[in-house]
């Protein structure tokens, strides 16, 4: 269970950025949602494919996590937020409450 990198460009389902992939890609940097596809860290082997909404941020400066939840199965993973993350959508996920 090691994660692997893989450098992949690709259109986010939620807001139909084009975003540029580093290898360390795990979510859209401008709508912060994701997409179910890894059973480990870029291996691309999870079938599920749901959509991954931004349920909430966890952590304190500068080791913010960013928690999704899948809308189709319902499981939850943490990421590390990016320096590309658009700051203004993880404020107002931040604010959410419940």
Known sequence: MSFQ??????VCE???????????????PKCLWSKHVDVS????????????????????TPEYVLVHRCERCGIERR?????????????AIAKRRG
Do not use: Q, W
């Not at 990421?79 to 404020?91: C, G, Y």
């Open 5 to 10: 990198k893989r450098i992949e460009d690709f």
């Open 79 to 91: 990421n590390k937020l990016s320096d590309s993350d658009d700051m203004s959508a993880v404020a």
């Open 41 to 60: 860290p870029g291996d691309r082997k999870e079938v599920c494919g749901g959509m991954m909404a931004p349920v909430r941020i966890e952590g304190a």
């Open 14 to 28: 939620h807001c139909h950025a084009v975003i540029k992939g580093s290898g360390y890609t795990n979510h859209c």
